[in-house]
Structures are given as C-alpha cells and as structure tokens.
C-alpha cells in the first residue's frame, strides 16, 4: 500500500470537510490549531500575493508548521478546485494520538528541512565574504543545523503585516 493511501486510511475517523475553488482551508496570519489532510482536488499554497506551490497528492498534510510551532499560519491554504479533506482540529492531539503520521511527518519535514539547508550551503559558496544581507547565510545555516531548542523562530517575512 502506497504511504498516502495508508496515511489516508489512517485519518478515517476524522470529519471529512468539501471545499469550493477559492475557498480557504487556512489562513495566513491566524491560528487555528486545525490540520488538514487532502483527500482529492488541487490546492495553492500563497505566502502573501506570491504562490508557492500547487498540490494534488492525495495525504498531503497542511496545517503541521502552525500546530508544531504553536504559531500563525505561514501562508495561505486555499482551494483551486473542489476539494475534499480530512480535518483535524485539534492538531497536536491528533499527531501525539497518530504516531504513524507524526514519523510520516517528521520525515516530509527533514526533507524540506535537507533541501532548505543544500540551497543555503550554495548560496553561502556564492557569497562567501559579501559584506550584504547575504553574508549572514553562515549564521543562518548554522542556527537551523544546530538549534535543538523549542524557541526557534523561523526566517523574517520581511512584511511585519
């Protein structure tokens, strides 16, 4: 059984929620403690007016930074097209109850964490010894190799909103 049908059969005793294109699952900015699982359709991820991603993978999980953190939603999770999704909401009950989907989770989050990481290490090659903003990558990148602590804050928005 492939990973997102077995995390899917996983979340069957969670409410199943339809949303309309345009509609948002999150929002950007708030908290809601609430975490989603698609089950089928396609949804955007927007930081501010700037689209991230588009996602249609069955068991793609949204809402994990907000619950783990305990923080403001980082961007906005809205539908595109009719979409259906398992909702939690009460995330951090749900992950410490669902220890599959946490490992599953905690695997999806050290990858982007790996990729964020050999994207800094190339920019740190690039600008080595630039006195600009981009001379602080070397801090950047040791504080999310090295920070173990829970009050980690992650990067600047730049838009203090």
Do not use: W
């Amino acid at each position: 059984m492939a990973m997102s049908a077995e995390l899917l059969d996983l979340c069957g005793d969670l409410p199943v929620v339809d949303f309309a294109p345009g509609e948002a699952l999150l929002d950007e900015g708030q908290t809601s403690g609430r975490l989603y699982v698609l089950i089928g359709g396609e949804v955007e991820i927007v930081k501010g007016d700037f689209q991230i991603d588009v996602v249609t993978e069955p068991g793609a999980i949204f809402g994990e930074m907000s619950v783990l953190l305990a923080a403001p939603h980082m961007a906005t999770v809205r539908a595109v097209t009719p979409c259906r999704a398992y909702r939690s909401t009460e995330g951090e009950a749900f992950l410490r109850s669902h220890p599959e989907i946490a490992y599953h989770l905690a695997r999806v989050l050290a990858q982007r964490l790996n990729g964020v990481t050999g994207y800094l290490v190339d920019l740190k090659r690039q600008f080595e010894g630039e006195r600009s903003h981009l001379g602080f990558v070397d801090e950047i990148l040791e504080t999310l190799v090295h920070n173990q602590g829970p009050a980690f804050t992650p990067g600047s928005d730049r838009d203090p909103g």
